[in-house]
């Protein structure tokens, strides 16, 4: 079992910049993918970032590719999201997610994960 947190969700101005957290609790972080998703009202939740096992490798959703960066520390069992040059379509709920079947790979659909955190809110003002 593998239970997320997130933390670092906030409400911040078009052009600002925030950081969320995830810290895993459990045994497989550290041999698992992880993933960040959001969902905004009304819409599906929708892919924003992968990272691998060892951090070796990472994938993002066109729409953040250039101003997030997703990174992990497994040592604190912490996977990070920095968000920069933030837009007001980017509000929404964000998920931090485990793959507990994969270490690696383009891992954009949410049937690929195993765990979910509780989602911590992004407001973008503009």
């Known amino acids: 079992q593998v239970q997320l947190v997130e933390s670092g969700g906030g409400l911040v101005q078009a052009g600002g910049s925030l950081g969320l957290s995830c810290t895993a609790s459990g045994r497989t972080f550290s041999s698992s993918a992880m993933g960040w998703f959001r969902q905004a009202p009304g819409k599906e939740r929708e892919f924003v970032a992968v990272?691998?096992?060892?951090?070796?490798?990472?994938y993002y959703a066109d729409s953040v590719k250039g101003r997030f960066t997703i990174a992990r520390d497994n040592a604190k069992n912490t996977v990070y999201l920095q968000m920069n040059s933030l837009k007001p379509e980017d509000t929404a709920v964000y998920y931090c997610?485990?793959?507990?079947?994969?270490?690696?790979?383009?891992?954009?659909?949410?049937?690929?994960?195993?765990?979910w955190g509780q989602g911590t809110q992004v407001t973008v003002s503009s």
């Open positions: 997610a485990a793959s507990a079947r994969y270490g690696s790979g383009r891992l954009t659909s949410a049937g690929l994960y195993d765990y």
């Open positions: 990272i691998s096992w060892n951090g070796g490798s990472t």
